[in-house]
């Protein structure tokens, strides 16, 4: 089993700050995954990274992927109120057969941005 | 609009039943997933079905068994609910393709009393 770590766990700050969100395993993945969890709804997507050093941005949002494909991080600039939720990463193993599609996840981190 | 529709949002059940929740996809794809989510502990894994009929364990399979008679239905069991397995449900679905995206349910928040 892959060890997934997520942190930090829990993030409080002001409208208006930068975050930084990361996901580190000591697994290789084919890929890797962002969600958004907003209360009393299931995750949605924000992004999926392929290319070990690969750079996505989705506005305010920057999602890195690690050159070796170990690690991920995801970077808020001039956070929200509606930023707030719970941040998962979901990495995908580069295992083929059976485990192909199976999609875990890391702890989250719950993100607060204050008004 | 692609949905994954769980049978109920809240149920509450007595310790010893047996427990069923339903999942339903109609996207035809080939995953469906189910998890269980408790605080500071993420989605946690519990069946995953890549075909009809077939299932692969994940990360917490103690107490659950799962069944996938037709494509789009994904069902759970608890065969004797206990306390410890109160919690928020989540199913979801995807192709089984590299980096395809999960399409989640709204879960099911199970009370075991």
């Known amino acids: 089993t892959q060890l997934l770590e997520q942190s930090p766990q829990f993030l409080s700050i002001q409208e208006g700050e930068n975050l930084t969100v990361y996901c580190n395993s000591s697994s290789v993945f084919s890929s890797l995954q962002w969600y958004r969890q907003e209360p009393g709804e299931g995750p949605v997507l924000l992004v999926t990274v392929v290319t070990g050093g690969e750079v996505k941005k989705l506005k305010r949002l920057t999602f890195q992927f690690g050159d070796a494909r170990k690690d991920s991080s995801l970077h808020i600039t001039a956070a929200q109120p509606g930023d707030t939720g719970l941040y998962l990463c979901a990495p995908q193993s580069i295992a083929g057969g059976t485990s192909y599609g199976k999609l875990t996840f890391g702890q989250g981190t719950i993100l607060t941005v204050h008004p | 609009d692609v949905k994954v529709t769980q049978s109920s949002r809240y149920l509450v059940k007595r310790t010893g039943e047996k427990v069923f929740l339903e999942c339903v996809q109609d996207?035809?794809?080939?995953?469906m997933f189910w998890y269980r989510q408790d605080p500071g502990l993420g989605l946690r894994l519990i069946y995953f079905s890549y075909d009809v009929k077939m299932k692969e364990k994940g990360d917490i399979p103690e107490g659950y068994s799962v069944s996938r008679e037709k494509k789009e239905r994904f069902s759970l069991i608890l065969e004797s609910a206990s306390t410890n397995q109160t919690s928020m449900y989540l199913c979801?679905?995807?192709?089984?393709?590299?980096?395809?995206?999960?399409?989640f349910g709204q879960g099911t928040r199970l009370t075991v009393v």
């Open positions: 979801a679905s995807s192709p089984n393709a590299p980096g395809s995206e999960a399409f």
């Open positions: 996207m035809d794809h080939e995953n």
